[in-house]
């Protein structure tokens, strides 16, 4: 960058602040008698910042020395130099970064100094670091400090932390962001004392129609250790009105499978009562996926419940087709008939987002309903980018309410991108003369 761009302001005589526009460099001026390699800054001489923060470390230090911290890109420093030359200044000085910063303009930029600033500090002195994010003008910037002090501070701080942000005034920040924060602290406090953690979590109110994955995070890493009571405590959490899903007792039952795995495995598998019950073991099967494929498909066909078997099935093709479309569309198309539609169909959609062509090709060797199957989530991808194609294969369907389902679906969206174009396409096939009335008669999207 052209030197001549930075534009220094001077802090409290000790501080500059260089509007660089990637951002702060850190770093610290020494002015002595020895000082080598430095270079012009405006109109005062400073220190390369790796410099600076190297005789910082080396505890260089002299009698008729200047100290002054320069901010430059303070993003792109390395956090041991960044935390290095901060936690080498008195608290004072600090502050008055922390006030300077928060003069800097609301916007994505200046968060990003922010962060990375308190990050650092809150690796030494969170308490302080704390009360400075407190002081800032703007709730983004608070925000952003507070975020960056939870992730920087060591866990035997989260308790305090937590505890600090859920006791800040109500006009700190809104209601959903506070409990954002307070439940990113308590994530952090469960690590060392996930119990304690747990029941402080209980005593903040949710923020009306949302929810939170520290319970997850609070529960998962309480299981890990009591499997028992993390349970109970994540039923109860998940029993209330503003937890209609159930994070907290996926978040437990995760946590007991890395400690017990059968235990964990044959809890699930005999409690497949509710909706939720059914995405918990689709849960569970992909985390036995993750370990044990073969082991994960064995699971799932043993489950009792049909549509249980379906969800964790169709998970099941979905992590397979990640990295091979063909074999997880094979493994779905294999499936017994009860299961096989969802899973197939889900498998093929994903295959056909990602090559169509190969997609098709594998489709013309099937027949019967498994063919059926694949070519109605077929049809229905390729709607989105070719339409008359798709139509043309989902008029190969057998299964005669299948392939009027599959037609009307398309023809209708089409019609809400292009009426002429979809009109012209029902009229020079070979429907009937009366799913051509109907479908030229249907409104778009009706």
């Given at each position: 960058?052209?030197?001549?761009?930075?534009?220094?302001?001077?802090?409290?005589?000790?501080?500059?602040?260089?509007?660089?526009?990637?951002?702060?460099?850190?770093?610290?001026?020494?002015?002595?008698?020895?000082?080598?390699?430095?270079?012009?800054?405006?109109?005062?001489?400073?220190?390369?910042?790796?410099?600076?923060?190297?005789?910082?470390?080396?505890?260089?230090?002299?009698?008729?020395?200047?100290?002054?911290?320069?901010?430059?890109?303070?993003?792109?420093?390395?956090?041991?130099?960044?935390?290095?030359?901060?936690?080498?200044?008195?608290?004072?000085?600090?502050?008055?970064?922390?006030?300077?910063?928060?003069?800097?303009?609301?916007?994505?930029?200046?968060?990003?100094?922010?962060?990375?600033?308190?990050?650092?500090?809150?690796?030494?002195?969170?308490?302080?670091?704390?009360?400075?994010?407190?002081?800032?003008?703007?709730?983004?910037?608070?925000?952003?400090?507070?975020?960056?002090?939870?992730?920087?501070?060591?866990?035997?701080?989260?308790?305090?932390?937590?505890?600090?942000?859920?006791?800040?005034?109500?006009?700190?920040?809104?209601?959903?962001?506070?409990?954002?924060?307070?439940?990113?602290?308590?994530?952090?406090?469960?690590?060392?004392?996930?119990?304690?953690?747990?029941?402080?979590?209980?005593?903040?109110?949710?923020?009306?129609?949302?929810?939170?994955?520290?319970?997850?995070?609070?529960?998962?890493?309480?299981?890990?250790?009591?499997?028992?009571?993390?349970?109970?405590?994540?039923?109860?959490?998940?029993?209330?009105?503003?937890?209609?899903?159930?994070?907290?007792?996926?978040?437990?039952?995760?946590?007991?499978?890395?400690?017990?795995?059968?235990?964990?495995?044959?809890?699930?598998?005999?409690?497949?009562?509710?909706?939720?019950?059914?995405?918990?073991?689709?849960?569970?099967?992909?985390?036995?996926?993750?370990?044990?494929?073969?082991?994960?498909?064995?699971?799932?066909?043993?489950?009792?419940?049909?549509?249980?078997?379906?969800?964790?099935?169709?998970?099941?093709?979905?992590?397979?087709?990640?990295?091979?479309?063909?074999?997880?569309?094979?493994?779905?198309?294999?499936?017994?008939?009860?299961?096989?539609?969802?899973?197939?169909?889900?498998?093929?959609?994903?295959?056909?987002?990602?090559?169509?062509a190969a997609a098709s090709e594998w489709i013309g060797t099937l027949s019967g309903?498994?063919?059926?199957?694949?070519?109605?989530?077929?049809?229905n991808v390729v709607a989105n980018s070719d339409p008359a194609n798709a139509l043309?294969?989902?008029?190969?369907?057998?299964?005669?309410?299948?392939?009027?389902?599959?037609?009307?679906?398309?023809?209708?969206?089409?019609?809400?991108?292009?009426?002429?174009?979809?009109?012209?396409?029902?009229?020079?096939?070979?429907?009937?003369?009366?799913?051509?009335?109907?479908?030229?008669?249907?409104?778009?999207?009706?």
């Amino acid at each position: 960058m052209d030197r001549a761009s930075i534009r220094p302001w001077l802090i409290g005589g000790s501080l500059f602040v260089a509007g660089l526009a990637l951002g702060l460099v850190l770093g610290r001026n020494i002015s002595s008698p020895g000082a080598q390699h430095s270079r012009v800054v405006g109109s005062q001489t400073s220190t390369s910042s790796a410099e600076t923060v190297q005789a910082r470390a080396a505890g260089t230090h002299d009698s008729e020395s200047r100290t002054k911290i320069v901010l430059g890109n303070i993003t792109t420093i390395p956090f041991q130099e960044l935390y290095s030359v901060l936690s080498s200044r008195p608290p004072s000085e600090l502050i008055a970064l922390a006030r300077q910063l928060g003069e800097l303009p609301a916007n994505r930029e200046s968060s990003e100094k922010i962060s990375t600033f308190f990050k650092a500090w809150a690796h030494f002195g969170p308490k302080a670091a704390l009360d400075a994010a407190g002081t800032l003008k703007a709730s983004t910037q608070r925000e952003s400090a507070l975020g960056a002090i939870i992730e920087g501070a060591d866990t035997a701080a989260a308790a305090s932390i937590a505890k600090s942000i859920s006791a800040l005034p109500a006009d700190s920040f809104t209601p959903h962001t506070q409990r954002l924060l307070v439940g990113k602290a308590a994530e952090k406090w469960s690590q060392t004392d996930p119990a304690a953690a747990a029941a402080f979590i209980d005593t903040i109110p949710n923020s009306p129609g949302s929810f939170f994955g520290d319970v997850h995070t609070i529960a998962q890493n309480w299981a890990a250790s009591d499997p028992a009571s993390a349970l109970a405590w994540a039923q109860r959490h998940d029993g209330s009105d503003a937890a209609p899903i159930h994070l907290a007792v996926s978040g437990a039952i995760g946590g007991w499978w890395q400690k017990d795995p059968r235990a964990a495995e044959e809890y699930v598998a005999s409690h497949l009562n509710t909706l939720a019950d059914r995405q918990l073991a689709a849960t569970v099967a992909s985390q036995i996926f993750n370990a044990d494929p073969q082991r994960a498909m064995q699971w799932v066909s043993q489950l009792p419940d049909l549509e249980a078997r379906r969800q964790a099935d169709t998970i099941i093709a979905h992590q397979i087709g990640w990295t091979d479309p063909k074999g997880a569309a094979e493994w779905a198309a294999g499936l017994p008939d009860d299961v096989r539609s969802i899973t197939l169909e889900s498998a093929v959609s994903l295959w056909a987002q990602g090559n169509a062509a190969a997609a098709s090709e594998w489709i013309g060797t099937l027949s019967g309903p498994t063919r059926d199957q694949a070519t109605k989530a077929y049809s229905n991808v390729v709607a989105n980018s070719d339409p008359a194609n798709a139509l043309n294969w989902a008029t190969s369907i057998s299964d005669p309410r299948m392939r009027d389902s599959s037609i009307n679906g398309i023809v209708r969206k089409w019609m809400e991108r292009d009426p002429a174009g979809a009109s012209a396409w029902v009229q020079a096939s070979t429907l009937s003369a009366d799913q051509k009335q109907r479908l030229l008669a249907t409104p778009p999207g009706g």
